[in-house]
């Protein structure tokens, strides 16, 4: 009785919230910007639904509420590169480069990678689209014949990571030019990386935002490209 | 009031971008062609920013929520997981410093090429 309470739609959605919110509250009283909601969010929710014994697809489907937000969230993205539309059109052969060179250096940097540590070619193919937000990643992974569930969580950990480490990764190599910490941010971890862009200030937001965009559509068309070219005959 | 235009407004735009998107194959997906879209009518003055401004604020500010439900996939995957993750979550991290530091050198490269050739009166 207990478990069908828990695990009814309301609560799984209070669950995400209270807990988003807790995550944050606890990141602005300790101001320890380390503290990523996502961070603290995650594990909480599993050591839950592990505890109750809630199987994690019934919490996708009870949160589907939130995740539909994601798609409105990426539209708003587009006031977001509005109101920055001066910088943009200043900075627009920077950016447009570093897109180029960011999305051919991921694709190139995971094939490398997965060869060195001789990870099976599932985890090649499904890491390949992993520099582009989870909607297009996964998409471009379905192309190449990829597993799209391990993409949807090589790109949320990519975006986890920089996210959390990516404002000191930047700061180790002196990149400080917020339009290079901006594009960085939003090449390297998409979504997340906006989020925490936007909180480091507007324009590296806008940027980073931008440089989602621009990297979905130079990695859907690269990854096929490349997969065509130089993965498939050594496979 | 105010947020049910603000909110339907961007709805529009989703709902637009998605149908582009099917008509392009999926090629690249409904929401970013929406916000491509909105952009290019914020743009052409077609759409008041002060109409969306409170919705949008609010959407791009508060993303991480968005994207927690589906991270919870990793429950039911840890057993494929499980055999190589090392190596796994290595690549992952690797290769987004490596994304990093191209992308942010880049833009750092381009820019101060782009402000000595301005200094220099040079513009093209």
Same mark, same amino acid.
């Given at each position: ?5 828990? #695990? ?6 209070? *669950?995400?919230?209270?807990?988003? =919110? ?9 101001? /320890? !910007?380390?503290?990523?909601? !996502? ?29 539909? !937000? =994601? ?20 900075? =627009? =052969? ?36 992993? #520099?582009?937000?989870?909607? /297009? ?10 597993? %799209? ?22 700061? *180790?190599?002196? /990149?400080?030019?917020? /339009? ?47 997969? %065509? ?7 | 009031?105010? $947020? ?6 961007? +709805? ?11 008509? +392009? ?20 003055? $077609? ?6 401004? @409170? ?26 997981? @499980? ?35 301005? @200094? ?5």
């Amino acid at each position: 009785m207990i478990r069908e309470m828990l #695990s009814s739609t309301p609560v799984m959605l209070g *669950l995400t919230v209270g807990v988003y =919110l807790l995550a944050v509250w606890m990141r602005t009283r300790s101001k /320890i !910007m380390l503290l990523n909601p !996502m961070l603290i969010s995650v594990p909480v929710i599993v050591a839950f639904l592990l505890l109750f014994d809630i199987p994690a697809q019934h919490y996708i489907q009870c949160n589907s509420m939130i995740s539909f !937000m =994601l798609g409105p969230s990426v539209v708003a993205l587009g006031l977001t590169m509005y109101e920055q539309r001066n910088t943009i059109r200043e900075y =627009l =052969l920077p950016i447009l480069s570093a897109v180029v060179v960011g999305s051919t250096v991921g694709v190139a940097s995971v094939y490398l990678l997965c060869r060195w540590f001789r990870l099976d070619e599932v985890f090649l193919l499904a890491l390949e689209p992993k #520099s582009v937000t989870v909607p /297009i990643a996964m998409e471009v992974a379905k192309g190449i014949g990829g597993n %799209t569930a391990i993409t949807a969580i090589s790109v949320a950990l990519c975006g986890i990571f920089g996210g959390i480490f990516g404002p000191l990764i930047l700061k *180790l190599l002196h /990149i400080k030019n917020p /339009i290079a910490v901006g594009a960085a941010m939003g090449s390297a971890s998409h979504g997340i990386g906006t989020a925490r862009a936007i909180e480091l200030g507007a324009l590296e937001g806008a940027v980073s935002g931008l440089c989602i965009a621009l990297m979905g559509v130079a990695t859907a068309v690269l990854v096929p490209l490349f997969n %065509t070219v130089i993965v498939a005959p050594h496979l | 009031m105010e $947020v049910i235009i603000g909110f339907g407004i961007i +709805m529009a735009f989703l709902a637009a971008g998605e149908c582009l998107s099917v008509f +392009m194959g999926h090629f690249v997906p409904g929401s970013v062609v929406g916000m491509m879209l909105l952009f290019i009518a914020l743009t052409t003055k $077609v759409i008041k920013p002060h109409r969306i401004e @409170k919705v949008a604020h609010f959407l791009t500010g508060n993303m991480t929520i968005f994207f927690i439900p589906a991270v919870m996939g990793i429950i039911d995957l840890w057993g494929v997981i @499980k055999m190589s993750w090392l190596g796994w979550l290595g690549v992952i991290v690797l290769s987004t410093v490596c994304v990093m530091a191209a992308t942010g050198y880049t833009v750092g490269g381009m820019s101060a090429l782009q402000h000595r050739r301005e @200094k220099k009166g040079g513009r093209r």
